[in-house]
Structures are given as structure tokens and as C-alpha cells.
């Protein structure tokens, strides 16, 4: 019912803008909203004044049931009881619920909290309970090998495909799945992938999907985009640090991905939201999205859980072993089996600094197969997941400590941050003390993101407390080592967690001595 003397008509009015609802609709006698608009039409109707209304018992437990989420008592699997903190708890009960209305979302917590995890915690529950769909988790092709060894470590039970390989490979594993969707639960393939064997996806019904580092498809115009939207799937999730990076539209990619139509028509959310929030700094504008996109948005950083975190995250991080740089890591590993077969005991004790060598030269290739072959132009899998995370860290706002060991490789990774347009500094065994000194001070104090360090001479004596996160790119096989270089941003002054990445190639030499 409308009071007309207390406003009911601009409230109405207001209704059908914000909702999208037009005057032939308003004539027709009966409104069909999506169920996603329950929560801001609940808002809508609170907020103004005017109108009485009736809400039914589904209406009002479906509303009650999301803005709730932190009250639940829903259990979580009992193999994550102990493993979960309370803020990844609430995070899987967040998931769950949206998920039972038959919504999506975007998990946005902050680097280092735990993304991955609270996703593994909803499959696990998922499975456990029966269900026979496969589920499809889409990254970044360096993330695909840490996502199968994260679900292998936390829910062994759950069976997880990568889909790699060559063209034939994959294709025989998605006929497989065809054939039979409950032979796998999990499959996971990397954006690029997914846009070349779009095809061979059609008559698969998934149950979830999850796009992890979802400003992959910020653009809605690329085939990354418009091939994660055309999977068959029931239940859609997006995990990213970073929201919008640069413009308002990109949030709208990513809701098209998750619920077609919620942050209607690209052109009307352009003229209706980012025009007026962008150019005009429209607050009224703004606020009336926040109330829309807010239940489905859930962001904690690492301040906001600070009681329940340690002081220090650490984390390893594997990239695959692939193309060019696979073959040079082969052959030199064949060179040096060879090399030892043909050895005595005697000349085995003499020649163990040779091997060693040879060992060093392994792990360079690892890390960048130029620091062994001059002229090297083809690629390092380790330095897209390195540049990868640096990228994530610096568009949400934190500083970074980087090290190598290798004194050629910090050369290598400041040309990636030159292309990449990262501000940085680097200290190596060539910088002079009133120097080193010089930049300590500005990285504590200016807007510089990255310090790129090598390890034998930025190890000890340096205070680097601006930065809380730190990588490092070859984990050295001394732990002290390490860990007195962690210690440069992870010392007292330090006000923040501190995120610790370790990065390995799979499947080698440095898997193995980690």
C-alpha cells in the first residue's frame, strides 16, 4: 500500500529506477524481480518511507540467512574445524549461503589470508555430501599446479584433474568427463587454456565454477571473459585482491560473469553508476551501489583480522615446468646423470665442487634459463608467478622485499618491473654503503613498491619495516639464511602481518631440497 502523504510515490519512484523497472512494467499488474534483487529491494522498502508491505517467510529467511552470515552455526567439514580461523569460517558460511539462494559472489580478502582454502572447505563439504557434478576452478596458467597441490594437501579425498597438457591430452580428459562426470570432482585449467578448448566444454554441467584472480576478466570484451561466461555451470565464485583496478566497468565484468543482468546492461551501468561516481563524484550515486553490491562482495583485510593471524604467513608456491625452458632443464639434467654414471668412487670425492656446479646451474635454470644460456629469449614459468604476485601485491596497496641469490637475476626481474611499470629500488653487492643507506630511508618513507634484493648482500642489516610481504624467488637451501632475510621487513617496528612466498618449479631440483 502506497501512503501518499508520506512519501509512498517517491519512494516508488526511487524503487523502479534503482531496480531498473520501467513504466510498462509498473502498468502490467505484476513485477518479476531476480531473486539476487531481494536483499536491495528488503533495503529499499526499510530505508523509505510510505509504503506497507508484506514479505513472505521464504523472502524474509533468504534475507536473514545472508546478512546473518557471521551468526551461523553452520558447521564446517570436520577435517577444516581446526584448520580454518574464524574470519575463513565465516568466509565458507558466506559462500554456502549465497550459494543455497542461488547467488554468487566475490570473495576479495586481501593477500595472504586465505582464499584458496575457504573455497577448498565449500568442495569438500560439497562432495561429502553426495554430489556427482565435476566443478571447474579457472586461473592464472602459474597458479594451476598450486591449486591441485592445495586441494591434495587439505582434502585428499577429493579427486583433482589439471587440464594441461597438449591439445589431445586435454581433450581426452574433458571426452572422459563426458562420459563420465563423476570420475573427477575438480578440474583445473588456466584462462589461457579454457579460451582454446571452449568447445569441448559444451555438455559438461558443472556444479561450481571459481575464476581465481578474477581481474583476469575485468575487460568484458576478450575471449578470457566471454569464454568463462559460456561454461554450463550452477554456482559461480570469483576470488581476487583487487576488485577494480582501474575503472568502475571492471566490477561490472565480473558480476556479469557471476549473475547476468544484476549490475544491469553495460551502457546503463556506464550511464547510471560509473559516470556519476567516477566524473561527477556522485556520494548518493555511490552509496546506492555499495547497497547493491554489498551481500555479495566480502572483503577482510589483513588489519581487520589481525588478533586471530600470526605475525608471519608463509606460503611455497609452485609453477609448472614447461616448454623451452622444460627442454634446457632436461637436457642438463641428463648431462649431469651421464656425467656421474661414468665417474668412480675416487673421482666422484674429487670432483664433488664440479657437481655442485653443475647442481647451481640446475636451479638457474629454474629460475631463468638466461642466467646459464646468453641469448635466452624464450620464457620462465617462475617469473610470471612472481611478477603475477608482485602485480596483485602492489594493486592492493603493499610494499615488497624481493630475493634472489643468483647476482644476475635481481637484472632480470628489474626489467620485468620496468615493463611492468613498477616503481622499485635494488641493492646488490656493487652498492656502496651512503648508497644502500639512502635507499633503506626513501623505500621506508615514499610510495616506491618494490626493493629488490640480492640475497649475500641485503640479507642481514637493513631495516625494511615499510614492506609486509616478502618473496623469495630461489628459497635458498640455508634456513637461517632465509630466514634472516625475511627478518629485514619481519622485526620489531613492524606494524603489519608480514606475507612470506617461497617460489619453486615442480617437479625439480628445488622441489626437492625445499
Known sequence: FLMLDQGGMFTLTKLAGELGISKKDLQSGTIRLPAYRALYLDHILKEGP????????????????????????????????AILREYQKTGFRWMKTLDKCGFGGILADDMGLGKTIQVIALFEDTYSSGEKAPSLVVCPASLVYNWEQEIQKFAPDLKVRSVVGTGPQRLELLEKIKEDPSGCQILITSYDLLKRDIAHYEGIDFRFQIIDEAQYIKNATTQSARSVKAVQVRSRFALTGTPIE??????????????????????????????????????????RLKGLIGPFILRRVKKDVLKELPDKLEKDMFSPLESEQKELYEAHTERLRLMLGMQSDAEFRTSKLQILAEITRLRQICCYPGLVYEGYKGNSSKLEMCMELVQNAVNGGHKLLLFSQFTTMPDVLAARLKKAKVSFYMLTGATSKEKRAQMVQAFNEDDTSVFCISLKAGGTGLNLTAADIVIHYDPWWNLAVQNQATDRAHRIGQQNVVSVYRLFMKDTIEERIR
Open 50 to 81: 510510505g509504503i506497507t508491505y508484506y514479505r513472505d517467510q521464504l523472502f524474509k529467511s533468504m534475507v536473514r540467512a545472508v546478512k546473518t552470515v557471521e551468526d551461523s552455526d553452520e558447521p564446517v567439514p570436520a577435517r577444516f574445524e
Open 246 to 287: 582501474n575503472r568502475l566497468g571492471e566490477l561490472w565484468s565480473i558480476f556479469d560473469f557471476l549473475m547476468p543482468g544484476f549490475l544491469f546492461g553495460n551502457q546503463y551501468f556506464r550511464k547510471e553508476y560509473e559516470v556519476p561516481i567516477t566524473k561527477d563524484r556522485d556520494e548518493q550515486v555511490l552509496k
